[in-house]
């Protein structure tokens, strides 16, 4: 309905128009549609895209001819720019893409659309470059070489000049720098930045998948050098102004294979019966000071990149695994949050500042786990305390209506030549759970020191928030509507009652075949977690502050927090609320770009994995279904492949999308999300990073 009435103004730009004018001209005659179209002009009076000049007579104030959107390509060669105020976006057929690659920023131009129409459009600007690199791979015809993009959604090979070849040959994978393109009828020119080694060979694809999401291969020299400056000593003058902490039981408990060591806990029992845990955090920003080269490329990178068979820290390893790490019998300077608590896990009191602290021990998740579960070992007792209380306070965020997600992960297991040999799934257990309570609970007590008034006149101070909104309702309608084919009902009468009734259908799903499946469209049902200056509370843990300051190590925005909370400690004045605000909104577009470069790695080693099982036969559930294709997850180790539809013997299938579903043309036969099938591996191709599957 918004597009239509967009339209019609784009059709009229200067007339001023009632209501019944408006449904004349898009052709509505029916009363609710009528009722439709006068809350559509509401939310766009509110959008700022139409003003009300006089009671029920409407004037356009949105873009005429030109807008400007972020442009997303197809396989196929068309794209969509969607435009901020349109409920839907504009197509732009493949001929009229200009000078655009994917992602880029655009200006576009609509072309005359019929009546009731798709809205359409060419590009006739790119204002700004989503990319500047891509890796692909070098071909040579005849004399002249170019460079093939990884991603299927650049539609457009690049002209590499022969001086600019920097010693790749032709079949080599490389890092492409972007040039220039004038005219859209002849290639983009580029230049060869890097040489990564030949396609398929593991080191290459993963520093390829690197290079795709914009995250540099190595640190600058310049950094690195800053690096070997800095002073390792902690002095008695710096212990001096710090908690000393180094007599209290402390250890960590991480990852088997972890070297960065972000957090510790410490545990103390008071004379009044009650206990003292300390959540300490590596204080990354005594040796990270503002402005430095080291500051710079922190900033840049915004966060540690995981792929399956390395991380790419976003501290040099000086700093990430050896001076910042909380590595055992080391004095180590923190920031930390203590709370004296009861043994019902109530506060009584918090503490926040700046300490030193000696890890006496470092766990393993494993072997915490065990002590926990045997209830003997070293520091079984500190660890049963503690345990027990990250058990009340996750009991009490559930009550108060946080969401359990527990969506199962792959970990693959690799041979000496980083080559997958078995896959493994992560379960949570106490031990995990034990440091996410207390993580969470540190989080939160860092927002609200800042963020919550303590009286009426406090003034609340810029600070960095992790936010999560409500759900879109339309979404849990749609959702709801899925899961009762599997028998199950949701309650989405008060976001607390959708908490619990989504909780409630997570512990009914488990160890079900559709387990995977409505745990992972559940999470998209949700909003996206985002980090802002404007707090508005965090939907799925149930807290109305929320922050990121317990992993500075490997997430810039903590590093913000700290910066932030030290200064306003010690009474120093509100910060720049846009300057903060713009980091925010950086930080969350790499972490978006962190997240999809690990799905591509961990697509990467499955495809590997599978290569040895083509042409046997596999479980599967229905995990996604497109108008080309389903995509179907194989239950024994949630590697995922597509069946193309015109592979599906017995009928011609089409695309369902409201039903998320593929429909025989002549025999009705159904294939939907969530469904059982089996499948045969027919290829397994690491270069597409692209299992292929056939239903038997």
């Known amino acids: 309905m918004r597009s239509f009435v967009t339209q019609v103004y784009r059709d009229n730009p200067k007339q001023i128009l009632n209501y019944k004018q408006i449904a004349s001209k898009i052709g509505l005659d029916d009363a609710v549609q009528k009722q439709i179209l006068v809350a559509v002009l509401e939310a766009m009076v509110k959008d700022k895209l139409l003003t009300e000049v006089k009671r029920g007579k409407f004037s356009w104030m949105g873009p005429i001819e030109e807008m400007e959107g972020i442009i997303l390509f197809n396989r196929s060669g068309n794209a969509f720019v969607e435009i901020q105020g349109q409920a839907q976006d504009v197509m732009i057929p493949e001929n009229y893409t200009g000078l655009a690659f994917h992602e880029d920023r655009v200006i576009i131009r609509l072309n005359n659309t019929k009546k009731g129409g798709r809205v359409k459009g060419r590009v006739v600007d790119v204002v700004e470059r989503a990319r500047t690199t891509f890796p692909g791979v070098i071909f040579q015809n005849d004399k002249s070489f170019f460079g093939i993009p990884d991603n299927h959604k650049i539609g457009t090979d690049f002209f590499i000049p022969a001086k600019h070849l920097n010693g790749a040959k032709a079949g080599d994978k490389v890092v492409i720098k972007f040039e220039e393109w004038e005219n859209e009828r002849l290639n983009p020119i580029g230049a060869v930045e890097t040489v990564l080694g030949r396609p398929g060979d593991m080191r290459a694809e993963g520093d390829a998948i690197l290079a795709e999401f914009g995250f540099p291969l190595q640190f600058p020299k310049e950094v690195e050098d800053e690096c070997s400056t800095i002073d390792r000593t902690i002095s008695n003058s710096e212990v001096d102004k710090r908690k000393d902490l180094r007599a209290i039981t402390t250890f960590t408990i991480d990852p088997d294979d972890a070297k960065d060591f972000d957090d510790a806990i410490s545990f103390e029992r008071l004379e009044n019966g009650h206990m003292r845990i300390g959540v300490h955090i590596a204080d990354v920003t005594h040796y990270v000071q503002p402005n430095s080269k080291i500051e710079k490329e922190a ?32 004095d180590k300077l923190t920031f930390s949050v203590l709370f004296e608590m009861n043994d019902k896990a109530k506060v009584v009191e918090t503490w926040i500042g700046k300490t030193v602290i000696h890890s006496d021990h470092r766990f393993s998740y494993e072997d915490a786990q065990k002590i926990i579960t045997n209830k003997q070992g070293k520091y079984a007792e500190e660890l049963d305390s503690v345990n027990a209380l990250a058990l009340i306070l996750r009991k009490q965020r559930m009550e108060h209506g946080a969401i359990a997600f527990e969506k199962s992960e792959v970990k693959f297991k690799l041979d000496g030549e980083k080559k997958p040999i078995d896959v493994r799934f992560k379960v949570q257990k106490e031990a995990n759970k034990l440091i996410e309570e207390f993580m969470l609970l540190a989080n939160k007590a860092v927002a609200i020191k800042i963020g919550k008034k303590s009286k009426a006149s406090d003034v609340i101070k810029t600070f960095i928030y992790r936010v999560h909104d409500q759900p879109d309702p339309i979404k849990l309608k749609e959702f709801g509507h899925f899961v009762q084919r599997f028998g199950y009902n949701l309650d989405l009468s008060t976001p607390k009652h959708v908490a619990n009734s989504i909780n409630s259908l997570l512990k009914m799903v488990k160890g079900k075949p559709e387990q995977n499946i409505v745990e992972m469209l559940a999470i998209r049902t949700m909003a996206k977690a985002e980090y802002t200056t404007k707090n508005i509370g965090h939907f799925g843990l149930a807290f109305p502050h929320y922050s990121h300051f317990t992993s500075p190590i490997r997430r810039y925005p903590d590093m913000i927090a700290h910066r932030l909370l030290f200064e306003y400690l010690h009474g120093g004045v509100s910060a720049n609320d846009a300057s903060v605000e713009k980091l925010c909104k950086h930080s969350g577009l ?25 042409g046997e036969v596999f479980d599967g559930v229905v995990s996604g279904v497109t108008e080309w294709g389903v995509f179907v997850e194989i239950a024994a180790n949630k590697c995922e492949g597509l069946v193309r539809l015109r592979d599906i013997e017995g009928d011609y299938f089409f695309y369902d999308q409201k039903n998320m579903s593929i429909v025989g043309q002549r025999t009705k036969q159904t294939i939907q999300l969530g469904e059982k099938v089996q499948v045969r591996v027919e290829a397994a191709d690491v270069e597409d990073r692209r299992i292929d599957l056939k239903i038997v």
């Open 299 to 330: 900033q840049n990178r915004a966060t540690s990149v995981y792929l399956v068979d390395r991380v790419i820290p976003m501290l040099p390893e000086t700093l990430s695994n050896d001076l910042c790490s909380l590595r055992p019998n080391e």
């Open 590 to 614: 790499m972490e978006r770009k962190a997240a999809n470069a690990e799905r591509q790695s961990t697509k990467l080693y499955q495809v590997l994995y599978m290569k040895d099982a083509v």
